[in-house]
């Protein structure tokens, strides 16, 4: 059986690029990784079983999720992954996986947590990645979705001063450079209560992300003022990223830990026949490589 390729929306490609060197290190952002290890730590149960960090990158924050007994490093970039397991190392407690937030390879049920940060601001159909991740979870599950906010401050005092031209206050998700979105607070609520969340907590952040702040002010000072501010998100989220904790909806308890771990992303079967180099889905026939222990759910195998 041949496997037709699904059409999803087009994908911001990471793929060979600079991200660790050119944006994080010696670029001056030690305040927004500071904040957001704080928000996180704030919002994440610190243990568990299985955590899906999706869109992870080259694994910046993983060690935040040191307390969980398998972590799957997910992103759509093969070479970050790269940079994630040189960091991180190959061993069983974490799994590396090539995918698409559009058609996740993760059986349903089988995470008891998520994060997606500094990722969604690449996604033009919010809500179909956030029901792909949902199927992922058990009930209960608690999902840490970080997005940028266009309702902040500076965007604000933009529009007021007709710097900007879009309304900072209008619902609809901004696409201010091809495949970059900021979002409205309530367009975001929307779209987690619409597909199986109950968001719990809010936090503000990185509201001093201002180059003259950051080069006048001390960090530690920034960062403390920082982590007294987040929790006014609840009521007033006018900071550049929000940071939400949300409840994955659902009666039944038990997570489905033991078994398949993957589904076909092309049919959604979990009959995977496992061989050394690839998974042969055994419903659609679908061959999916294994390079260097990433797993590859990108493109099937010709
Ligand atoms: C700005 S980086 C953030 C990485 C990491 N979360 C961090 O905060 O350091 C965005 C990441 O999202 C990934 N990404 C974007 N669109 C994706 C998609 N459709 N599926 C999977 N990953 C995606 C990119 O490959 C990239 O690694």
Same mark, same amino acid.
């Given at each position: 059986?041949?496997?037709?390729?699904?059409?999803?929306?087009?994908?911001?490609?990471?793929?060979?690029?600079?991200?660790?060197?050119?944006?994080?290190?010696?670029?001056?952002?030690?305040?927004?990784?500071?904040?957001?290890?704080?928000?996180?730590?704030?919002?994440?149960?610190?243990?568990?079983?299985?955590?899906?960090?999706? !869109?992870? +990158? &080259?694994?910046?924050?993983?060690? $935040?999720?040191?307390? @969980?007994?398998?972590?799957? *490093? #997910?992103?759509?970039?093969?070479?970050?992954?790269?940079?994630?397991?040189?960091?991180?190392?190959?061993?069983?407690?974490?799994?590396?996986?090539?995918?698409?937030?559009?058609?996740?390879?993760?059986?349903?049920?089988?995470?008891?947590?998520?994060?997606?940060?500094?990722?969604?601001?690449?996604?033009?159909?919010?809500?179909?990645?956030?029901?792909?991740?949902?199927?992922?979870?058990?009930?209960?599950?608690?999902?840490?979705?970080?997005?940028?906010?266009?309702?902040?401050?500076?965007?604000?005092?933009?529009?007021?001063?007709?710097?900007?031209?879009?309304?900072?206050?209008?619902?609809?998700?901004?696409?201010?450079?091809?495949?970059?979105?900021?979002?409205?607070?309530?367009?975001?609520?929307?779209?987690?209560? !619409?597909? +199986? &969340?109950?968001?719990?907590?809010? $936090?503000?952040?990185? @509201?001093?992300?201002?180059? *003259? #702040?950051?080069?006048?002010?001390?960090?530690?000072?920034?960062?403390?003022?920082?982590?007294?501010?987040?929790?006014?998100?609840?009521?007033?989220?006018?900071?550049?990223?929000?940071?939400?904790?949300?409840?994955?909806?659902?009666?039944?308890?038990?997570?489905?830990?033991?078994?398949?771990?993957?589904?076909?992303?092309?049919?959604?079967?979990?009959?995977?026949?496992?061989?050394?180099?690839?998974?042969?889905?055994?419903?659609?026939?679908?061959?999916?490589?294994?390079?260097?222990?990433?797993?590859?759910?990108?493109?099937?195998?010709?």
């Amino acid at each position: 059986m041949s496997v037709s390729p699904v059409k999803t929306p087009e994908v911001m490609s990471y793929e060979g690029s600079g991200y660790k060197k050119d944006f994080w290190e010696g670029k001056g952002r030690d305040y927004e990784d500071r904040v957001e290890r704080i928000a996180i730590r704030r919002l994440i149960p610190p243990t568990g079983k299985r955590l899906l960090e999706l !869109g992870a +990158g &080259f694994g910046r924050l993983t060690d $935040l999720y040191e307390g @969980y007994e398998q972590v799957i *490093v #997910l992103d759509y970039s093969h070479s970050l992954l790269q940079d994630a397991q040189a960091r991180l190392g190959k061993n069983d407690r974490y799994v590396y996986v090539a995918a698409n937030l559009y058609q996740l390879p993760i059986a349903d049920g089988v995470c008891d947590a998520a994060t997606l940060i500094r990722v969604i601001h690449h996604i033009s159909d919010v809500p179909s990645v956030l029901k792909q991740i949902r199927s992922a979870l058990t009930p209960n599950a608690v999902f840490v979705l970080e997005y940028a906010n266009k309702r902040n401050f500076k965007a604000i005092l933009r529009y007021l001063l007709r710097r900007q031209r879009w309304n900072p206050f209008n619902r609809e998700p901004v696409e201010f450079v091809k495949l970059n979105f900021d979002f409205h607070p309530a367009f975001m609520a929307e779209a987690l209560n !619409g597909t +199986g &969340f109950t968001t719990q907590r809010r $936090l503000a952040v990185s @509201y001093f992300r201002l180059g *003259v #702040l950051k080069r006048l002010i001390p960090t530690s000072v920034l960062v403390t003022l920082d982590k007294w501010l987040q929790p006014t998100g609840g009521m007033a989220a006018y900071a550049p990223s929000i940071f939400t904790k949300n409840l994955a909806e659902g009666s039944s308890p038990a997570g489905n830990f033991d078994g398949p771990l993957f589904k076909c992303p092309a049919c959604g079967a979990t009959d995977l026949a496992h061989q050394e180099d690839r998974l042969t889905c055994e419903v659609c026939e679908a061959q999916w490589a294994i390079c260097d222990g990433i797993y590859d759910f990108r493109e099937p195998l010709k």
